[in-house]
């Protein structure tokens, strides 16, 4: 069964850092793109930042500069490393595996297996 | 805020069929990029529910469907039932911000 495990979300204060980690299991970890996806308390899903299987990273505009994607694949494992935070980083922060169909380019990724979330709580 | 832009609730007796609009622009959409659907039942992660415009995963009922037509998709659900209940997001690409866009969520209600 495909499984991804979120965890390292907490407390941080303004301009703090903190270290998310997503442990995936089930599938071949470095054949995938993957991204981090958020969502701010009782608001929409907003994409943070994708991985993908060649090595080379995006990120959204909001967190560029402040934020970095990494990924171990000896350890099935993606992470996102967070400084500067921000009272709007507060979010539920979800790991999610992409699938593309007939080989396409990244803009048709999709995000076929998500992970229950971390909560991140940016507040002094 | 979302470049996708989604009714903020609709609702359906059982039984009933309800549309969920996503109109975007040239840059995302438009251009050409899929149109894939999320539905996120109360205090769960999203779960896939549409990619590629039209195809269901395996597990999601037929009573589900997808369509794409210029700058905008639709998400249908014919039979409505009491699971149902759950926020529901369109997801796709925009090349002006080179990266992937969520709709603003659609809260769909069984009356």
């Known amino acids: 069964e495909v499984q991804l495990l979120e965890s390292g979300g907490g407390l941080v204060q303004p301009g703090g850092s903190l270290r998310l980690s997503c442990a995936a299991s089930g599938f071949t970890f470095s054949s995938y793109a993957m991204s981090w996806v958020r969502q701010a308390p009782g608001k929409g899903l907003e994409w943070v930042s994708t991985f993908t299987s060649g090595g080379n990273t995006y990120y959204a505009d909001s967190v560029k500069g402040r934020f970095t994607i990494s990924r171990d694949n000896s350890k099935n494992t993606l992470y996102l490393q967070m400084n500067s935070l921000r009272a709007e980083d507060t979010a539920l922060y979800y790991c999610?595996?992409?699938?593309?169909?007939?080989?396409?380019?990244?803009?048709?990724?999709?995000?076929?297996?998500w992970g229950k979330g971390t909560t991140v709580t940016v507040s002094s | 805020q979302s470049v996708l832009t989604q009714p903020p609730s609709v609702s359906g007796a059982p039984g009933q069929r309800v549309t969920i609009s996503c109109t975007g622009s040239?840059?995302?959409?438009?251009?050409?990029?899929?149109v894939h659907w999320y539905q996120q039942l109360p205090g769960t992660a999203p779960k896939l529910l549409m990619y590629v415009n039209t195809n269901r995963p395996s597990g999601v009922p037929d009573r589900f469907s997808g369509s794409k037509s210029g700058t905008s998709a639709s998400l249908a659900i014919t039979g409505l039932q009491a699971e149902d209940e759950a926020d529901y997001y369109c997801?796709?690409?925009?090349?002006?911000?080179?990266?992937?866009?969520f709709g603003t969520g659609t809260k769909v209600t069984v009356l």
């Open positions: 040239s840059s995302n959409i438009g251009a050409g990029y899929d």
């Open positions: 999610a595996k992409h699938m593309v169909q007939g080989g396409k380019p990244r803009p048709y990724y999709y995000m076929d297996v």
């Open positions: 997801q796709s690409y925009d090349s002006s911000l080179s990266g992937y866009v």
